[in-house]
């Protein structure tokens, strides 16, 4: 039963129950969704497939490649939020597809390590939940498996190995940055420490398909950045050239953490796997001596584990491309204990569940850090509860089985956060009726200004044809004299209830949104935040 029920359309089934869930329960999600939906549509409104634009302005930040994915998809469906928001669920897909083959080409004798490296993967809770999530991570970790595959086609002899390897470098390129040569790179480079065949005579043909497969990614990617970089004005070619790289790597304008801050957070990366103390005692004992694939699957974890942990900015989903990476070496060591029964009850994740059921019940009545956070109910802390307990009564099952207990369980928490605290939290995120609001007001002929930062959240969901003008707030009353029938965003801290003169209020994630009339703020001007 739990060999049928672990195939592909069960994984597809599960998939897209996750998909649908996040579809149904929250809508596009300041500030990240709704940035990198507003950027794909300012692209598509000027007809600039080049230079990516937010708020009239060139965005740096990212490459184009994502912004196309969704391009494409406009392009056969039209211009529609839900192409937006499967763009990145499609590349997860694609990613458990590639996934079982790299299994495959590892070890060609084990059908059950390529049938259970996909369901690890999913069963892995931080996948299962970013699944859902406009993000361009999983592009990348498209693209390393893709790598990888061509590298350890190379290491069999395949010279075609090294085109696939350097296409999906330069892709990966233009999808992340040249942080994807971190990813791919260590294994390459270290390919004398777990490929089969390597001699001193034949290592000089390594490195020189190594430098070749660069060559093709720096072809691709180059073709896109060179012509943007003329196009895009000079302070848009000195960051895609060498700011944006050389920032993030040295000293990270955004996310910047310490070299060990990655240790504490494997934790949640790797849940529930950590958790299954059976599991990493059969790793401690596997032998990758005699295996080439798990040399390679250690060596892929370690050495890009420490380049990214020299990288300055941080954040746990930079790390998505080295999950592949543990659900194959897991896969290989649980075909390893076919058919042995484990007996052991899972206390860990049980108690980790337990804890997450009770903060869910007792943490709503005591945080006062969001408006919406007093209204999630109770119930749902219960049924994390009530799963722990679950979970501890569930009869043994062998250790391939494991992966399909814990994808289930990977939904099933993530169904439920969507269900009882995204849907709950929805009203605090929807940009919907202050979007159609402000593009109303610029059919009209009125001038809009954002008081704070502005992070596109309103430009693709009002499908808004000029940018806004940006403020800070020393020169907002000043503007506002000028403009007394215009309109004014501001995100505040401060209830409705001191807004008396907007136009229009809503919470807006842990603070509130406010739309005000230029003449409004002249004669109020404390409402400033």
């Keep these: 039963m739990s060999s049928r029920l672990s195939s592909w359309p069960g994984l597809l089934a599960l998939w897209l129950l996750v998909l649908l869930l996040s579809l149904l329960s929250h809508p596009l999600l300041p500030v990240d969704e709704t940035r990198y939906a507003t950027v794909a549509w300012e692209m598509w409104l000027r007809g600039d497939l080049l230079v990516p634009y937010l708020n009239g302005e060139p965005y740096s930040h990212k490459p184009p490649l994502f912004f196309w994915l969704i391009h494409a998809g406009w392009w056969l469906f039209g211009v529609h939020e839900w192409v937006v928001r499967a763009v990145a669920p499609l590349l997860g897909l694609l990613c458990l597809l590639a996934t079982a083959q790299l299994a495959r080409m590892l070890w060609p004798n084990d059908p059950v390590a390529a049938r259970l490296a996909p369901w690890i993967v999913f069963g892995s809770i931080f996948f299962t939940a970013f699944l859902s999530w406009v993000q361009i991570d999983l592009l990348l970790v498209l693209f390393t498996l893709l790598a990888m595959t061509g590298i350890i086609g190379a290491a069999e002899g395949r010279q075609a190995g090294w085109l696939l390897a350097g296409v999906a470098i330069g892709l990966g390129v233009l999808a992340k940055g040249p942080v994807m040569l971190l990813q791919v790179l260590p294994v390459a480079l270290l390919a004398p420490a777990w490929a089969r065949h390597m001699t001193p005579r034949n290592c000089w043909r390594w490195y020189a398909g190594v430098a070749l497969s660069v060559a093709i990614a720096a072809v691709i990617a180059l073709s896109w950045a060179l012509p943007a970089a003329t196009a895009g004005g000079d302070s848009y070619r000195e960051a895609i050239l060498w700011g944006q790289t050389a920032d993030r790597m040295v000293q990270s304008f955004a996310h910047a953490h310490p070299v060990w801050w990655y240790l504490p957070w494997l934790g949640v990366l790797l849940a529930p796997w950590l958790l299954l103390p059976w599991l990493w005692s059969a790793v401690w004992h596997a032998r990758p001596a005699r295996d080439a694939g798990l040399r390679l699957c250690l060596v892929w974890i370690a050495g890009t584990f420490l380049f990214m942990s020299l990288v300055s900015g941080k954040q746990l989903k930079y790390l998505l491309p080295l999950l592949p990476a543990f659900a194959l070496l897991l896969a290989r060591v649980i075909s390893g204990l076919e058919g042995v029964i484990i007996r052991r009850r899972d206390w860990f994740p049980a108690a980790v569940l337990l804890l997450c059921g009770l903060l869910l019940i007792v943490l709503p009545h005591w945080l006062d850090q969001a408006p919406w956070i007093a209204d999630v109910q109770p119930l749902w802390g219960g049924l994390l509860a009530a799963a722990a307990v679950a979970l501890l009564l569930l009869r043994p099952v062998s250790a391939s089985g494991y992966p399909l207990r814990m994808a289930l369980l990977s939904v099933f928490v993530t169904g439920l956060v969507y269900v009882g605290i995204f849907r709950t939290a929805a009203p605090a995120y929807d940009m919907q009726a202050v979007s159609r609001m402000i ?71 842990s603070e509130y949104l406010a739309v005000l009339t230029g003449r409004a703020l002249t004669e109020h001007p404390a409402v400033l935040p």
């Design 439 to 509: 593009a109303t007001a610029q059919a009209n002929g009125l001038h809009v200004a954002s008081v704070s930062r502005y992070h596109g959240q309103f430009g693709f969901t009002g499908r808004l044809q000029q940018p806004l003008v940006q403020l800070d707030a020393g020169g907002a009353l000043a503007w506002a004299g000028q403009h007394p029938d215009d309109l004014l965003v501001v995100i505040t801290g401060k209830s409705p209830e001191q807004y008396p003169m907007a136009v229009f209020t809503q919470p807006y994630r």
